[in-house]
C-alpha cells in the first residue's frame, strides 16, 4: 500500500472550511484513498473514501486530483467538535482491509 | 444500531501480571481487528480474525499477546506477561466482512472506545 504524508498540524477558525492535504505520490491505480478521524480519547471515526472521483457526504468532500498523486479533504464548515487528529491513509483492493496509521494532521477548530 | 464495545475502558496492572480485554463487534460483522495505540501514535494493527479465523497476526507479540474469536462474534485479547511498553490504549474495530469482492470489498472499519491499559 502507498504512503502517504500529511502536515502534523492546522488551526482553523471555527465556521470556516478546513482543507486537510495528504500526499500519496506512490498511488497505484487499484488504492482507495480513505479518511479517518480520532477525537480525544475515543475510537477511530471513518469518514469518507475515494478512488478517482470527487466525493462528497454528510461530514466532509473529498477531493483527488487528476493524477491522483494527492487529495484534499474539506470540512465546509469547522465547528469545535471537528477538532481532531485526520489520518489519510491508501488501501489497495489486495489489501486485507488492514488499516496502516501515520502520524496523521492534528486539526485545532478554534473559536 | 448499536456500536463495538469493549470492556473494562481502563486497565492499571503492575509488570508481570496478565490482563485480558473484551470486545463485541457489531452484529453481523465478520471482520474483526485489534489494534495497538501508543501515546501520540497512530494506532497499529495487532491481529484481524475473519469470522473465527485468523487473517493477519504478523504484528502480534505472540510470546506475551494472544486472542481469540472463537464462536466468531465476542473477542477476546490478552497480555501475559505484561510489559512497562504495553502501555497504551488497545482498540478494537469491526467491518461488514472484507472477502466480498470490490467494490464492495473497501469495507468501513468501525472502532470502539478503546481500553486504556497502565503497566506500572
Known amino acids: 500500500d502507498a504512503k502517504t504524508t500529511q502536515p502534523p498540524s492546522m488551526d482553523c477558525a471555527e465556521g470556516r472550511a478546513a482543507n486537510l492535504p495528504c500526499n500519496h505520490s506512490?498511488?497505484?491505480?487499484?488504492?482507495?484513498v480513505y479518511w479517518y478521524r480520532q477525537i480525544h480519547s475515543q475510537g477511530p471515526q471513518y469518514i469518507i473514501h475515494g478512488l478517482k472521483n470527487n466525493e462528497t457526504n454528510e461530514m466532509a468532500s473529498l477531493i483527488i486530483t487528476e493524477d491522483r498523486k494527492s487529495s484534499t479533504l474539506i470540512l465546509p464548515h469547522a465547528t469545535l467538535r471537528d477538532t481532531a487528529v485526520y489520518y489519510c491513509?491508501?488501501?489497495?483492493?489486495?489489501?486485507?482491509?488492514?488499516?496502516?496509521f501515520g502520524q496523521g494532521t492534528t486539526l485545532q477548530v478554534k473559536p | 444500531e448499536a456500536g463495538v464495545a469493549q470492556s473494562p475502558r481502563y486497565k492499571i496492572i503492575e509488570k508481570r501480571q496478565s490482563v485480558a480485554f473484551w470486545c463485541n463487534p457489531i452484529s453481523g460483522h465478520a471482520t474483526l481487528y485489534w489494534y495497538q495505540q501508543i501515546l501520540g501514535q497512530g494506532p497499529k494493527l495487532l491481529i484481524q480474525f475473519q469470522n473465527n479465523g485468523v487473517v493477519d497476526d504478523s504484528q502480534l507479540p505472540k510470546d506475551r499477546f494472544s486472542a481469540e474469536r472463537l464462536k466468531g462474534v465476542d473477542s477476546t485479547l490478552k497480555i501475559q506477561p505484561a510489559k512497562l511498553e504495553d502501555s497504551a490504549v488497545y482498540l478494537c474495530?469491526?467491518?461488514?466482512?472484507?472477502?466480498?469482492?470490490?467494490?464492495?470489498?473497501?469495507?468501513?472499519?468501525?472502532f470502539g472506545p478503546g481500553t486504556r491499559l497502565l503497566v506500572l
Open positions: 491513509i491508501v488501501l489497495g483492493s489486495s489489501n486485507t482491509g488492514k488499516l496502516i
Open positions: 506512490t498511488i497505484s491505480g487499484n488504492e482507495y
Open positions: 474495530a469491526s467491518s461488514l466482512d472484507v472477502t466480498r469482492p470490490a467494490p464492495l470489498k473497501k469495507e468501513t472499519q468501525y
